[in-house]
């Protein structure tokens, strides 16, 4: 069981709930739960009863839809110190995504019936809610625009650049992405095939604007992706 207060300190520090008095956080950290997942596993499914909203303390979560014939988008990909579920928890309707951790995860559990009255009483937090429903909005919507309007390359280098803003660690040889993903993750995440992910990388990789190590991407000419991605610019 975690230490009561250990959770007040987890929720002190979190971004959406690190301005609420020591009293508020020690009321609501009395109703949170910790809940650890593997790696591979599926934390809710699309349609599952929204009651709850889940902070990463540790480990990485990819919102993703799949078609009925297998196929995946990933829609984006949530940090430590990130919060996911706050659709369901504002309007109590079902999930409209599937969540699942991509290493091994540990979640603070925000139940709906206590964070409702927190919005209440806290209109800072809310705003701050709201922020981020509109960034997810915009995500989406960055989303929609590649998948249909942008060529592959243009498409993966957004993706790549997008990355780095999230998970990049500046480092002697380039910026490096902190976090591991496949190919065909990649590709889920960007709107394209593996093959055209594998096709791309590969060419990068040789022109030296990219390079691998210890299992890590590492983008040598940010700028040059920049001008990929937007070849109009």
């Given amino acids: 069981m975690i230490a009561e207060k250990y959770r007040e300190e987890v929720l002190s520090r979190h971004i959406l709930l690190r301005h609420l008095k020591p009293e508020e956080i020690k009321r609501l950290a009395a109703t949170a739960r910790f809940v650890r997942h593997a790696p591979n596993a599926t934390i809710f499914h699309k349609g599952d009863p929204g009651s709850s909203m889940m902070a990463v303390i540790r480990g990485k979560v990819k919102i993703c839809a799949t078609s009925h014939d297998g196929k995946e988008v990933v ?74 309007l942008r060529e592959a390359p243009s498409r993966l280098a957004r993706g790549l650049l997008r990355l780095a803003e999230a998970f990049g660690q500046e480092g002697p040889t380039g910026i490096r992405l902190a976090i591991k993903l496949s190919q065909t993750q990649i590709g889920n995440l960007v709107g394209t095939s593996r093959e055209s992910v594998n096709k791309l990388l590969n060419e990068w990789q040789r022109a030296g604007h990219l390079a691998q190590e210890g299992g890590s991407l590492i983008i040598r000419d940010p700028k040059l992706l920049a001008r990929i991605a937007d070849p109009a610019e």
């Avoid at 659709?87 to 995860?105: C, F, H, Q, S, Y």
């Avoid at 559990?109 to 206590?114: D, S």
Wanted: proline share 3%; glycine share 6%; charged share 25%.
């Fill in 75 to 148: 829609l984006n990909i949530i940090d430590q110190g990130g919060a996911f579920g706050e659709i369901a928890v504002l309007d109590g309707k079902p999930r409209t995504a599937d969540a699942v951790a991509l290493e091994e995860t540990d979640l603070l559990v925000l139940e709906r019936a206590q964070l409702m009255s927190f919005l209440s009483n806290n209109p800072e937090l809310l705003t701050r809610l709201l922020a981020v429903l509109c960034q997810r909005l915009r995500q989406t919507s960055e989303h929609l625009e590649d998948a249909m």
